[in-house]
């Protein structure tokens, strides 16, 4: 089932299962419980972010081949970050370039994302998927100045910016995709083909990133995992290629879909 999230003419936010562009069948539970059909239909102007996580988790380096392009050898743990709440994006509605804390080295990161719907501690990677609840596109946008030149590798810093966490467009739910590392994954910048993949190239898989993460910790429902991103960013480049206002950044996921997002400048 797809799963997304509008906000009807009166301002209520509700859960939907898409029809058609503009228009879906409202659905009742929530992420923890689980989705039900009801028999009520809306018509809806835009997608919301598909879900309003508990929390953001990341992981850097985890595909073999951009930690190839960086010049840095594979971790042999997943290296964490986290990015706060301010930075969710809604499908369709742009990424900002900060200009009071300026960043002239914005950069896009095409990442698989997996919403937990149950509460999870020390589990194994081989239960690890029954806790999934499904999956969407993310961009894990990264302020490469902050990121690594300034402050001393300010990995928070630099993905923090308000904007900087587009998901969407909907959730596909778990029992539609049998294995979340087998799904080609692809970045265009204005039709330009940049990241091309497939999460099979990930050195830890959707299930071991679920074991480290949820060892001594519980991830509650609701908290997204953005897993990494595949080669191919902006700042790998040579000579680097970052956003500029004006791009339009496409995430496409198989059996999932397409997250777009256009680009401009903060307002100050």
Excluded at 4 to 17: L, M, N, T
Excluded at 41 to 59: G, K, M, S, V
Excluded at 113 to 141: I, P, Q, R
């Amino acid at each position: 089932m797809k799963i997304a999230r509008v906000q009807d003419p009166s301002g209520k936010i509700e859960y939907i299962e898409p029809i058609s562009e503009r228009e879906g069948t409202i659905l009742e539970g929530s992420v923890e419980k689980g989705f039900v059909r009801s028999n009520r239909q809306i018509e809806y102007a835009d997608l919301l972010a598909p879900i309003e996580p508990t929390c953001l988790l990341c992981i850097g380096l985890n595909y073999k081949e951009h930690a190839a392009e960086t010049g840095k050898e594979p971790p042999e743990r997943p290296m964490l970050f986290i990015k706060s709440p301010n930075t969710l994006q809604d499908p369709g509605r742009p990424i900002e370039l900060p200009r009071f804390l300026e960043s002239a080295k914005v950069d896009y990161e095409g990442e698989l994302a997996v919403v937990m719907g149950k509460a999870a501690k020390n589990v194994s990677a081989a239960d690890a998927l029954e806790y999934v609840f499904g999956y969407t596109a993310a961009n894990d946008v990264s302020a490469r100045d902050w990121q690594w030149e300034w402050g001393n590798k300010q990995y928070c810093q630099g993905k923090s910016f308000d904007t900087f966490a587009p998901l969407g467009p909907w959730i596909v739910t778990a029992d539609e995709i049998e294995n979340p590392n087998a799904l080609k994954i692809e970045t265009r910048i204005n039709g330009e083909v940049r990241q091309s993949s497939s999460t099979s190239d990930m050195i830890f898989s959707v299930a071991t990133l679920i074991e480290f993460l949820s060892g001594s910790k519980t991830l509650l429902p609701g908290t997204v995992i953005l897993t990494g991103t595949p080669p191919g960013v902006g700042g790998g480049m040579s000579p680097p290629q970052y956003l500029n206002s004006g791009d339009t950044v496409d995430i496409e996921i198989e059996k999932i879909g397409k997250l777009t997002n256009p680009v401009i400048e903060e307002r100050i």
